[in-house]
């Protein structure tokens, strides 16, 4: 059987993070960190330590999602990352490649809202991947 990851979102909207946190649980996923600011994320690592896995909506707050994402990587509080966002593949695509740059690998990117297939698509194969590194 494998760990149940611990993971962290970072979403401003109430409704799209309420609907994340149950996707989340639906995978069988119960250790999860909410915030909807880049400051309520970071007190939450503060108090609860490092997390497997940062799901995080890029439009947010200016460039505070991007520096939160780099920290992750600096800090080591999270080695993988999926990034949400609106649909801007370029903003998407640089995201990805400033976390990539900074050490953390990136799964995905997702267009809100997110689907439960794409987000279980993601979480599955990095579920496997982890398996297979821990044999």
């Known amino acids: 059987m494998m760990r149940?990851?611990?993971v962290l979102i970072l979403?401003?909207?109430p409704f799209q993070l309420m609907a994340l946190h149950q996707m989340l649980n639906a995978f069988r996923i119960f250790d999860v960190l909410t915030a909807e600011s880049v400051e309520s994320?970071?007190?939450?690592?503060?108090s609860r330590g490092a997390i497997d896995l940062a799901i995080c909506d890029v439009h947010l707050e200016g460039l505070a999602a991007l520096?939160?994402?780099?920290?992750?990587?600096?800090?080591?509080?999270?080695?993988?990352?999926?990034?949400l966002g609106?649909?801007?593949a370029d903003v998407l695509n640089s995201a990805a490649s400033a976390a990539r740059r900074a050490g953390l690998e990136v799964l995905g990117c997702l267009p809100k809202p997110v689907s439960v297939t794409g987000l279980g698509l993601l979480l599955d194969s990095y579920q496997q991947a982890c398996a297979q590194s821990a044999i």
């Open 86 to 88: 609106g649909g801007e």
């Open 67 to 83: 520096e939160l994402i780099h920290e992750l990587a600096v800090k080591n509080e999270a080695p993988a990352l999926i990034i």
């Open 4 to 6: 149940s990851l611990k």
């Open 11 to 13: 979403e401003d909207n």
């Open 41 to 46: 994320a970071r007190c939450s690592l503060a």
